[in-house]
C-alpha cells in the first residue's frame, strides 16, 4: 500500500512577489518534494479549519507575514496549534535567521524531510487596552520612532533590501543623536532598575529592524528574554554601533543585556513598539512583561555533522 503524503497547511504572502514568490510556484514547490498543500492567503483570517492531518503549517513571507499568523494562531488560543516551517522573503528576515533558516526555498523545503523542532517562546504583555503578544521583540524609544519615520519617508528610490536597510541606519543615526531620554523604572530578577533611556528593548530573538544584532546570546527556546537598556549616557555608544553598520561592518553590541523571565516597566513616554506594530502610547505607560515558555514549535533542518 502506497504512503500517504504529508500534508500542509501554506499561509502565504501574495504581495511578495512574482517567479520564486508566487502562489503558484511556492505551491509547486512544495508539492515537487512529495507534500500535499493546501493554502490560505495571508491578507485573509485564517478561517479555514486546518485538519487534523495536517503536518505542519507553512508561512511563506517576511517578518511581518510570520507575526501576523503566528498572532492569528494565538488569537485563537492554538486551537490550530501545529508545528510552523517558514519561507522567508522579507526584507530582513530576522525570525528565520535566528532559527538558521536557509533562504533558498528548494534547500529549505529539501530540509524538511529529516527536521528539527525547535521550541519558541513567546512574549505576553499585560498593561495594555488588550492582551499582546510579541515574538521577535518588545520596546521602548528609538526603535518605534524609527518605525514612525520610515512609515513617513518617500521610498519610490528604494529598489533593493541592501538600500532599504541604508536608508533606515541613516535614519536610526538622526534619531539617536536627537532623541530625548525618557524616564523608566523596571523591576527585574529582585531589582529595582531607573533612570532615563533612550531605548529598551526585550529581545525573544538576537535581531530587530535592519539586521540590529542587539543580543548575540539571544535564544527563543532558552526561557528568557534579553534586556537591553541604553540610557542617556550611552547613547554615543548606540550612534558608534549604528554608524559601524552604516560602514557594513559586523559590530557587537557594546552594551550586555539582563536575562530575565518576566518584568515590570514604567515608561513615561509615546514611542512603544511590539514587534513590527507600533503600539498608541500615552504619556505614561505601566506594563507587567512575561514569558510563555516553549509556546510554540518551529520546524528546522537536521543539524549537519
Not at 58 to 76: C, F, P, Q, Y
Not at 188 to 193: C, E, R, T
Not at 238 to 261: G, N, Q
Amino acid at each position: 500500500m502506497k504512503k500517504k503524503s504529508k500534508l500542509v497547511r501554506l499561509v502565504h504572502n501574495p504581495t511578495a512577489g512574482d517567479g520564486e514568490y508566487s502562489k503558484k510556484r511556492i505551491i509547486e514547490l512544495i508539492e515537487s518534494h512529495g507534500y500535499r498543500c493546501e493554502y490560505s492567503s495571508s491578507k485573509k483570517k485564517l478561517r479555514k479549519i486546518i485538519k487534523p492531518e495536517t503536518a505542519f503549517i507553512v508561512i511563506a513571507g517576511g517578518d511581518g507575514t510570520i507575526r501576523k499568523t503566528i498572532m492569528s494562531l494565538l488569537n485563537k488560543k492554538l486551537k490550530y496549534k501545529r508545528p510552523i516551517a517558514l519561507l522567508p522573503f522579507g526584507t530582513a528576515n530576522n525570525i528565520a535567521t535566528s532559527l538558521n533558516i536557509p533562504q533558498n526555498n528548494t534547500r529549505n523545503i529539501s530540509s524538511w524531510a529529516g527536521y528539527n523542532l525547535k521550541k519558541f517562546d513567546v512574549g505576553q504583555v499585560a498593561g495594555l487596552q488588550k492582551a499582546s503578544y510579541f515574538i521577535e521583540s518588545f520596546g521602548f524609544g528609538l526603535f518605534p520612532r524609527l518605525m514612525k519615520t520610515l512609515k513617513k519617508m518617500n521610498r519610490d528610490h528604494i529598489n533593493s533590501a541592501e538600500a532599504e536597510f541604508e536608508m533606515a541606519l541613516k535614519a536610526l543615526l538622526e534619531i539617536t543623536r536627537a532623541y530625548s531620554p525618557v524616564p523608566f523604572r523596571i523591576e527585574v530578577n529582585d531589582k529595582i532598575i531607573e533612570g532615563r533611556a533612550i531605548m529598551i528593548e526585550i529581545m525573544n530573538i538576537s535581531s530587530l529592524g535592519p539586521h540590529l544584532k542587539l543580543s548575540e546570546d539571544a535564544d527563543s527556546e532558552d526561557g528568557y528574554f534579553d534586556l537591553v537598556i541604553v540610557t542617556e549616557t550611552q547613547r554615543r555608544k548606540m550612534e558608534d554601533y549604528v554608524s559601524e553598520k552604516m560602514a557594513l561592518k559586523d559590530p557587537v553590541f557594546p552594551i550586555k543585556p539582563i536575562r530575565t523571565k518576566s518584568l515590570s516597566i514604567n515608561w513615561k513616554g509615546h514611542d512603544v513598539h511590539g514587534d513590527d506594530q507600533v503600539i498608541k502610547a500615552y504619556d505614561e505607560v505601566n506594563l507587567e512583561i512575561s514569558l510563555l515558555d516553549s509556546l510554540l514549535e518551529m520546524v528546522t533542518a537536521t543539524k549537519q555533522d
